[in-house]
């Protein structure tokens, strides 16, 4: 779906606790905030997860990265959960909707997930991605089954950033809100 087409995000508390939700999961190290370390982390659970290739670690390493520095431009970070809140409340309903943005975020963590390069995320690929930020992978399949939305078993890059972009821009309860694991009760 078009970013533009989604209504205005108002910042409901819904809305607030998803992204709070993605925050924990991502803060791999539990420190309270994101940094290159939390990446670093979730890269080495991947590689050893998935006993990746010398190669393959690699490009892994690559697409990860790539995801980093766009964020940070490059540089050491260390990013609070207000931070990355009041980042969002500044972008999502402007620059974040221009063509291609988010598709760009959702394609290099597509490459990061993709394991083996194949173009698609097995359901396999999707539980090492969940346990690679400290999700247990039996939590997998339901989010899996809400992404693969054709239900032909494996997550393709227009599902997958659709998922990414309704996780960012919806603020309806039904639509994909447990992208980055299970909502808190």
Known sequence: MDPKAYPEVKFSDFWIKKQKNAFEHLDVDGDGFL?????????ERVIKLSNLSNERAEKLRNAKWGGWHAATGGGKAKFSFEDILEGL?????GSLREPGVLEADASRMFDS?????DGKISQSEHAVFFESIGIN?????????KIDTNQDGIISKDEFARALIEFNLSENP????????????
Do not use: H, R, W
């Not at 409340?89 to 309903?93: E, H, P």
């Not at 997930?113 to 390069?117: H, L, Q, R, V, Y």
């Not at 992978?137 to 089954?145: G, M, N, Q, R």
């Not at 039904?174 to 909502?183: E, R, S």
């Open 89 to 93: 409340k500044a972008t999502v309903n």
């Open 174 to 185: 039904d639509d994909i809100c447990d992208f980055y694991g299970p909502m808190p009760k």
């Open 113 to 117: 997930i993709d394991t083996d390069g």
């Open 35 to 43: 940094t290159e370390e939390d990446f670093t982390i979730q890269v």
């Open 137 to 145: 992978k039996d939590l997998s399949p339901p989010v899996f089954a």
